[in-house]
């Protein structure tokens, strides 16, 4: 019945490209061929299995259509991935594997675990747990980390869980950097974002003081966009623009009830939007229930212009580096204290809040370390909307 459709995790959307990593573990390789010899100095660049990945894998996975959409890039001698327009030496690749340190970035800990074969890789006779699992290859050709991890494989001169190298026969998750806009769309003035927006796009939308000057008005929002449904675009502040608490009455509340919320809908949506902004933001439904705790699904439902993510909406739709919450220079001033590296922010409480609702942490992981209702405010707002793509339709 032919090949099947290749099923891909978007790992970051940044610049008009989408780093994409294969759900699935397609196939079963060996690192390369000489990878038994002790005295082989095995790198990607030489691989067999970067040979395979960018010949025969490459060429018949992907159509001349498919192909003018990925991006070459060029793994450098650190290691490191850089873009690039064409290819031109030995260690640029259309198909690439992770490697440690970008399966912890784009990844994280959660899900540094095996991954389910295809049906294909599993007929292969693919080595599968219990559970039905399979071990992946990173492109990582040191020792690094693979003792304390299970779940994925690395080339190396040290027995894995028992296994010695030379035997090493893992799964193949390939990675591909794809182009989904040719640029990046920023729109500003009364018509503000344009109509031919792409997920990962930038586009300013409304203002708000930001540079900490007044006296020069405020500056354009930036925002990304994380998804389209319908002819809406769901945008996400890419600074953090306030401090404060979700509630500050530090006793059990619901969105509904909190006062982030009234702020967002009441102040910041009157005066960061202009009345033809206003026009285009979407009064969206928010479910805010959480089947686990006592009530039911009407006595937590909102209708909001403006709201928090979800941590479902973020684990789901935010990626890469935009997971991480940046201040603006006026916040960086105000709390300098805090350095420049990446703080917590809000997302939007589920149910009725008992112990401080969730919030992204600064490595951008969801955690709840909050000790009372409303913590202690220190966390900052990164608010969301929802905006139709035609400027002439509401």
């Not at 498919?66 to 064409?86: A, C, H, M, T, Y």
């Not at 219990?130 to 779940?151: A, C, M, P």
């Not at 927006?197 to 007044?214: K, T």
């Not at 969730?358 to 202690?376: A, E, I, M, T």
Request: hydrophobic share 35%; net charge negative; with cysteine.
């Amino acid at each position: 019945n032919g090949p099947e459709p290749i099923e891909w995790t978007t790992l970051e959307i940044s610049d008009g490209t989408a780093l994409l990593l294969s759900r699935f573990v397609l196939d079963e390789k060996k690192y390369d061929e000489y990878q038994d010899r002790q005295d082989a100095d095995i790198s990607w660049e030489s691989s067999d299995i970067r040979a395979w990945l960018n010949g025969d894998f490459y060429e018949n996975a992907f159509n001349g259509s498919e192909k003018s959409f990925i991006q070459p890039v060029r793994i450098d001698r650190n290691d490191r991935l850089k873009p690039i327009g064409n290819p031109e030496t030995e260690r640029d690749n259309y198909v690439f594997l992770l490697n440690w340190a970008e399966l912890a970035y784009y990844v994280g800990l959660r899900v540094m675990d095996a991954a389910l074969p295809t049906v294909y890789a599993a007929s292969r006779g693919i080595h599968l747990s219990n559970d039905g699992f399979s071990d992946w290859w990173l492109r990582s050709t040191d020792f690094s980390r693979s003792y304390q991890i299970g779940g994925v494989c690395t080339i190396d001169k040290f027995s894995y869980n028992g296994v010695p190298s030379s035997e090493k026969i893992c799964g193949v998750r390939p990675v591909i950097k794809l182009r989904v806009s040719d640029e990046i769309t920023t729109a500003s003035g009364e018509t503000s974002a344009a109509s031919d927006l792409l997920i990962g796009d930038l586009v300013q939308f409304g203002s708000f003081e930001q540079d900490g000057d007044s006296a020069n008005g405020s500056e354009p929002i930036d925002w990304q966009v994380l998804d389209i449904t319908d002819d809406y675009a769901l945008l996400l502040s890419k600074y953090l623009l306030a401090r404060g608490s979700v509630d500050e009455s530090c006793e059990p509340y619901t969105w509904k009830q909190s006062m982030l919320r009234n702020w967002l809908n009441g102040s910041f949506y009157s005066e960061v939007f202009s009345d033809l902004e206003k026009s285009r933001i979407r009064l969206t439904r928010l479910d805010n229930w959480d089947r686990t705790l006592p009530g039911s699904k009407s006595d937590f439902e909102t209708d909001d212009y403006v709201f928090l993510l979800s941590p479902s909406e973020f684990e789901n739709l935010v990626k890469g580096d935009f997971r991480f919450g940046r201040l603006t220079p006026a916040l960086q001033r105000e709390y300098d204290f805090i350095g420049t590296d990446p703080v917590g922010w809000w997302l939007r409480p589920l149910g009725t809040v008992l112990s401080g609702p969730s919030h992204v942490f600064s490595d951008g992981s969801v955690v709840n370390q909050c000790l009372s209702y409303c913590c202690d405010g220190f966390y900052f707002v990164r608010p969301a909307i929802r905006i139709s793509l035609d400027p002439d339709q509401p």
